[in-house]
């Protein structure tokens, strides 16, 4: 059985809005293959990508990282220790450097004191604990903490980012603008929880968001032209 038909075959059969976003999942798909995200060597590099990727670009990101990397701070005991204005000045391309690197401590704290420095060990913890858990540490808001739970925990809790927000409006199944748990629970109500599945997706609508799915929409050649409810520009692609 392949990849995509293995992924096909936990889509939930569900009504409402099940078959359109079982009908997104295979197009993007098929049109981008595997994304392979998150994007980190390591399960700690993943707690650290989602800390630092908040309000910027994944690119400042991997600066970052890479300083961290040849600093020998990417473990969590490393960070705990480090000097937190150094710290800041390693991640000075992530911006809001100083807020971050508290927020690095935050959570290399939190994982001293309940796992001992194990992230394996965070996964044998329940989904609503560690996520209500990861939620009461600083800094940790609930995009963040469904990173961590999905790419570094192995749970199935899915990622809602503005590219997320944005697909779920012009696909006409969500306002523009509303609370997190409105657009996640879309998904978990029509798409089966699959951890391997909720990472994958947010993974090609991270990369549709960069092609077609921009701020100011790029409508030709998007592989969803057809089923989007936003008005189309000339031009656009209507797969069969």
Known sequence: MSKQRKSETVLSQRPDHATLLRKVYDRLFADYGPQ?????????????????????????????????????????????????QELAR????????????????????YIGARFNDDIDAMSQVDLPTLRRELLAVHGIGEETA????????????????????????????????????LY????????????????????????HAKVSCRKEPVCEGCVLADICA???ASGARRPG
């Open 36 to 84: 392979h995200w998150w994007p980190a060597k390591t399960k700690f590099e993943v707690i650290v990508g989602a800390v630092l990727t908040q309000n910027t670009a994944w690119t400042n990101v991997v600066k970052a990282i890479a300083n961290l990397e040849a600093a020998g701070l990417m473990s969590p005991a490393a960070i705990r220790a480090a000097d937190q």
């Open 90 to 109: 390693l991640i000075f391309s992530s911006g809001y450097y100083n807020m971050k690197a508290r927020k690095l401590k935050a959570i290399t704290e």
């Open 146 to 181: 469904d990173d961590i739970l999905v790419y570094a925990a192995g749970k199935p809790s899915f990622v809602i980012d503005t590219y997320t927000r944005r697909l779920l409006h012009r696909l006409g199944i969500a306002p523009e603008q509303g609370p997190y748990d």
């Open 184 to 207: 996640q629970g879309i998904f978990h109500e029509a798409v089966a929880e699959d951890t391997t599945l909720f990472g994958e997706y947010h993974g090609l609508i991270v990369r």
């Open 230 to 232: 936003r008005p189309k």
